[in-house]
């Protein structure tokens, strides 16, 4: 079975997906233009280079059709979780690595627009996304292309053995009962760690969300660098976990890990063997953009159309295990069977958490870390 639940993990620097068969770069009239109708570029090359965080997956066969299709291979340079991604973009934004960004979630989105990261493109298929996550709308810097909730995971069989009930809230989170239960991510190198920041800072208030981290922190929650080391080292629900030993049966992860602990599993499980606090969760956007200064600004293009396709979208769900933002594209079953689907996650405006994120980051590593 898959050891990685919510993404597959790959190497840091390289994959290429090869095969070269056409040239043309698709037939719909913005290939070519930016979205103030300049010129743009490609430089000749048949590379597109993509950068992103170590979770993005596509098959190979996905990525094959896109070359089969704009004539264009896709080079992917992986740099850490997304927080960690999305700063080394800003602090190479005078020579960018690649053509396009994927992974700055909403979460991290106005650090990366205040900084000039992106080039303005207006994608292709634009109207079969929802308004609501199309949160920069107004001046089409980025694209949505996937979402996901941010959601303490449990580990069933710990609390099957143990008689006790899985927490479903934050409330339950600072409870005796799940006293050096939790793991979570750092909030500046990981966007989960984040988002599950902003969740409590949604449900708490300016007011409370500190209070909330002191009872945490006396609570014995553990703090880990990236998704990757809290789901597959410390978590004990999973299959990685089991592997490495992880002790920490809750972990901030997503709605949609469960199914990653079932497919390829034969017989095919009554439930996943991990569960979802489903009073926990946040709402987390992904966006792509053209990079400022990117050499290939024709493949980029190219490649942010084909990330808002269908054939993308809808392999996505078993991927990296987001839900697609196309309100067309149909998941596939095991996703939709085993996935969590939350009704009314946390959330935040965009202008709140630009206001506030820096001065939260701040004050939270004073409570979590020293």
């Not at 007011?207 to 410390?234: I, T």
Request: charged share 20%; hydrophobic share 40%; glycine share 10%.
């Amino acid at each position: 079975m898959r050891t990685t639940p919510r993404r597959a993990v790959g190497a840091l620097v390289l994959a290429t997906a090869a095969a070269t068969v056409l040239a043309a770069c698709g037939s719909d009239s913005d290939k070519g233009k930016d979205a103030a109708g300049t010129g743009s570029s490609g430089g000749g090359s048949k590379t597109v280079t993509l950068v992103s965080h170590d979770s993005f997956a596509a098959s190979k066969s996905v990525l094959a059709q896109f070359t089969k299709e704009t004539g264009y291979t896709v080079k992917v340079l992986r740099g850490g979780d997304a927080g960690a991604a999305v700063n080394q973009a800003i602090l190479t934004k005078d020579h960018p690595r690649g053509d396009v960004f994927f992974g700055v979630d909403n979460t991290l989105l106005s650090r990366a627009l205040d900084n000039g990261l992106f080039t303005r493109y207006t994608a292709k298929d634009l109207a079969q996304v929802p308004a609501d996550v199309q949160l920069d709308a107004a001046k089409h810097r980025v694209t949505p292309i996937d979402s996901g909730d941010v959601c303490v995971n449990y580990d069933r069989a710990y609390f099957t053995s143990h008689h006790l009930a899985p927490p479903q809230t934050f409330a339950d989170l600072v409870k005796p009962a799940y006293k050096n239960l939790l793991v979570t991510e750092n909030v500046s190198t990981s966007s989960p760690g984040l988002a599950f920041l902003l969740g409590s800072a949604a449900t708490y208030g300016d007011a409370g969300w500190q209070g909330y981290w002191k009872q945490l922190k006396s609570n014995g929650v553990e703090v880990v660098d990236s998704w990757e080391q809290a789901y597959n080292d410390r978590f004990s629900g999973s299959s990685a976990g089991k592997q490495a030993k992880g002790d920490r049966p809750l972990v901030v992860s997503y709605a949609s890990s469960p199914p990653a602990e079932v497919v390829g599993v034969t017989p095919e499980p009554a439930r996943s063997p991990v569960g979802v606090s489903t009073g926990t969760c946040f709402r987390q956007i992904e966006f792509a953009g053209l990079l400022h200064g990117a050499k290939n600004t024709a493949g980029g293009q190219a490649l942010i159309d084909f990330m808002l396709s269908r054939t993308f979208q809808q392999d996505m769900p078993l991927q990296m295990y987001v839900d697609p933002v196309r309100q067309d594209a149909v998941e596939p079953p095991v996703f939709v069977k085993y996935g969590a689907k939350i009704a009314h996650p946390t959330t935040l405006a965009p202008g709140k958490i630009a206001a506030e994120r820096d001065s939260w980051v701040g004050a939270w590593n004073s409570i979590v870390l020293k």
